[in-house]
C-alpha cells in the first residue's frame, strides 16, 4: 500500500468521531427555552393536586426550564444590589463568567477530556457566585433575593402544566438542542392512550 494511502480515511473517521462525540454532547447541557412558552397561556396553569402531580411538575418544569430560572434569579439578585455599587461591580464580572460558562455556549465543557454537565455548572457558578456577593457584606440583601427568586421559580414550576413542553420539544427548544429531562428516542403510547415524555 503507497505511504500515505490511508491519511484522507483516517481524517474522514477522526471527523466522524468528533461529529458523533459532539451530536452525544448535546444532553449535557440545556438551551434557554422562549420565554412566551414560559410565560404561556393562562389555560397552561393549573392547580398542582394531587402530590405526584405536584413533584413531576417540579422535576420537570426545573428540568426544562433551568436556564430561566437561572435568569429570573440572577435578574432579582441585580436589583438587590443597585444600591451597593462594589457589589454591583463585582455581580458584573461574575455574570461575564455566568455568560461565557453557561448562558452563551452552545457546547458542553470540557475538564480532562471529560464533558461537565451543565447541572454542575449552574451549582458551580451559583455557589461562587453567593460567596463573592456575601464577602462584599451585603448577606442580607442577596438572602433576601434569592428567597424571592426561588419562590417565584418554585411557584411557576408548581402550577405550570407539563403537558405541552414534551410533545412539541423539538419546536420549542432553540438551537436544536435536547433537554436532559428526555431521550432521543420518539414518545411512545401505550394501549391507553398515555403519552410518555421519557
Known amino acids: 500500500m ?11 473517521s477522526g471527523a466522524g468521531m468528533f461529529t458523533r462525540a459532539k451530536s452525544g454532547s448535546l444532553s449535557f447541557f ?12 393562562p389555560s397552561s396553569y393549573s392547580r398542582p393536586y394531587p402530590l405526584s402531580v ?6 420537570r418544569n426545573l428540568n426544562y426550564f433551568r436556564v430561566n430560572y437561572s435568569m429570573i434569579i440572577l435578574f432579582i439578585l441585580f436589583v438587590s444590589l443597585l444600591w451597593h455599587p ?10 461575564v463568567a455566568w455568560w461565557f460558562l453557561y448562558f452563551s455556549r452552545d457546547e458542553p465543557i470540557l ?17 461562587v457566585t453567593v460567596v463573592c456577593l456575601v464577602l462584599t457584606r451585603v448577606w ?24 405541552d413542553l414534551f410533545l412539541d420539544e ?9 433537554s436532559v429531562v428526555r431521550s432521543t428516542a420518539p414518545p411512545s403510547r401505550d394501549a391507553g392512550g398515555y403519552t410518555n415524555p421519557f
Open 2 to 12: 503507497p505511504a500515505g494511502y490511508d491519511s484522507l480515511p483516517s481524517t474522514s
Open 30 to 41: 440545556a438551551t434557554r427555552r422562549p420565554w412566551r412558552e414560559l410565560l404561556s397561556h
Open 54 to 59: 405536584l413533584t413531576s411538575r417540579l422535576r
Open 86 to 95: 462594589i457589589s454591583l461591580i463585582v455581580y458584573v464580572i461574575l455574570f
Open 111 to 127: 475538564v480532562l477530556n471529560r464533558m461537565v454537565d451543565d447541572r454542575f455548572v449552574l451549582a458551580a457558578l451559583g455557589i
Open 140 to 163: 442580607l440583601n442577596v438572602l433576601v433575593s434569592i428567597l424571592i427568586g426561588v419562590a417565584v421559580v418554585l411557584l411557576h414550576a408548581a402550577f405550570r402544566a407539563t403537558e
Open 170 to 178: 423539538d419546536e420549542a427548544a432553540e438551537g436544536g438542542l435536547i
